[in-house]
T-cell receptor
Framework: DAGVIQSPRHEVTEMGQEVTLRCKPI?????LFWYRQTMMRGLELLIY????????DSGMPEDRFSAKMPNASFSTLKIQPSEPRDSAVYFC?????????????FGEGSRLTVL | DAKTTQPNSMESNEEEPVHLPCNHS???????IHWYRQLPSQGPEYVIH???SNVNNRMASLAIAEDRKSSTLILHRATLRDAAVYYC???????????FGQGTRLTINP
């Protein structure tokens, strides 16, 4: 299995631009998670989906952030407009059906720099 | 989410055992204890988890105190590749999300 695939691996953009991060979960996994990691705040859970449905988006910082999962094999995290404080590494993770004990599999992350 | 407390950093030598402690005094009966680690420039990866009994797998062992208020991740023979940030996380049996704390940064000396 190829694991969780994220793109782009690195993105540098200017303040005010739209940013779209993409994630392909492991085939057969039914839960998908988006995390953000910064030196100051560590790993923060932004949102997660079960069976393509958003379950908890309480970690989404503000209305500039949105996430979608149109099908079981694809999710996007969009920031519009982007700001310098959004600079971070964004991780996507997926999990199979064993909710209580199933491990999360993380992608390699998308490093975002907003100038 | 119930809180865990870990030392900020630890240091050990290559080929020696490492014991990483985690305190979770407010753990509830349905909380599972999970450990993940994050190698430099990578996403976190699962290490081990348990509920009440000690657990072993190919990566590590998890020793859980009888009252469940603390646990210890044991790396039996550390290698340089084990240098990482180790996260101890409690997850309620009903909850689906993992909330990461600050973790312990483990340094392995050659």
């Amino acid at each position: 299995d190829a694991g969780v695939i994220q793109s782009p691996r690195h993105e540098v953009t200017e303040m005010g631009q739209e940013v779209t991060l993409r994630c392909k979960p492991i085939s057969g996994h039914n839960s998908l998670f988006w995390y953000r990691q910064t030196m100051m705040r560590g790993l923060e859970l932004l949102i997660y989906f079960n069976n393509n449905v958003p379950i908890d988006d309480s970690g989404m910082p503000e209305d500039r952030f949105s996430a979608k999962m149109p099908n079981a094999s694809f999710s996007t995290l969009k920031i519009q407009p982007s700001e310098p404080r959004d600079s971070a590494v964004y991780f996507c993770a997926s999990r199979g059906l064993a909710v209580n004990t199933g491990e999360l599999f993380f992608g390699e992350g998308s490093r975002l720099t907003v100038l | 989410d119930a809180k865990t407390t870990q030392p900020n950093s630890m240091e050990s030598n290559e080929e020696e055992p490492v014991h990483l402690p985690c305190n979770h005094s407010t753990i509830s009966g349905t909380d599972y204890i999970h450990w993940y680690r994050q190698l430099p420039s990578q996403g976190p990866e699962y290490v081990i988890h348990g509920l009440t009994s000690n657990v072993n797998n190919r990566m590590a062992s998890l020793a859980i105190a009888e009252d469940r208020k603390s646990s210890t991740l044991i790396l039996h023979r550390a290698t340089l590749r084990d240098a990482a940030v180790y996260y101890c996380i409690l997850r309620d049996g009903e909850a689906q999300k993992l909330v990461f704390g600050q973790g312990t940064r483990l340094t392995i000396n050659p």
